[in-house]
């Protein structure tokens, strides 16, 4: 299995803030790596997949980038819409694996 | 529109059979793998199978293998998640998802259903 470790596993900011969420993988992935936002009861939603392609409809304040082992998210100035869960996701096999979250609260 | 649409919740008792099911519409349905994934309540996104609805193509996740069947009726557009015997433990919130780009399984998931609930106590 490939392993997609998420860091951090929570974290608190304020609107306007910039967040950075990161995750490395237990091997090299190239660029396969995609990153969702679940709100609660809502099934995940597509932001970044090819880990810098910005999805269709998704706000340009969210941007990823890596490549190899270490994957970054980023919210440029935190809107109060984007408290959330999320997760990254490899895709380079099939045997899918997800990041264990990061959960981003209001403080 | 593209969409996936999945059945009710569902409570059952351990022990009980249960086959839940994912309708795509508004694209090509022998065309694109559908995934399965659990959610456990609380927890993160565990990647179950994947099975192309084309030729029933399926792959499991190790920890799923024999858990569970995943299957596809192409005739409605259909996939389904089944398990022969419920235990407490696969009490989740289970969603189906669809890659961006067809016959492709290495890819993100742009289409998701909106999951059903199995909740399995006595």
């Known amino acids: 299995d490939i392993q997609m470790t998420q860091s951090p596993s929570s974290l608190s900011a304020s609107v306007g803030d910039r967040v950075t969420i990161t995750c490395r993988a237990s091997?090299?992935?190239?660029?396969?790596v995609n990153w969702y936002q679940q709100k609660p009861g809502k099934a995940p939603k597509l932001l970044i997949y090819?880990?810098?392609s910005l999805q269709s409809g998704v706000p340009s304040r969210f941007s990823g980038s890596g490549s190899g082992t270490d994957f970054t998210l980023t919210i440029s100035s935190l809107q109060p819409e984007d408290f959330a869960t999320y997760f990254c996701?490899?895709?380079?096999?099939?045997?899918?694996?997800f990041g264990q979250g990061t959960r981003l609260e209001n403080k | 529109e593209v969409q996936l649409v999945q059945s009710g919740a569902e409570v059952k008792k351990p022990g009980e059979s249960l086959k839940i099911s994912c309708k795509g519409s508004g694209y090509s349905f022998t065309s694109y793998w559908i995934g399965w994934v659990r959610q456990m309540p609380g927890k993160g996104l565990e990647w179950m199978g994947i099975?192309?609805?084309?030729?029933?193509?399926?792959r499991y996740s190790p920890s799923f293998q024999g858990q569970v069947t995943i299957s596809a009726d192409k005739s409605i557009s259909t996939a389904y998640l089944q398990w022969s015997s419920l235990k407490a433990s696969d009490t989740a919130m289970y969603y189906c998802a669809r890659p961006r780009n067809r016959d492709s399984t290495f890819d993100a998931f742009d289409i998701w259903g909106q999951g059903t609930m199995v909740i399995v106590s006595s």
């Open positions: 090819a880990a810098s």
């Open positions: 099975i192309y609805p084309g030729d029933s193509d399926t």
């Open positions: 091997q090299s992935i190239s660029s396969y």
């Open positions: 996701h490899q895709s380079y096999i099939t045997l899918i694996t």
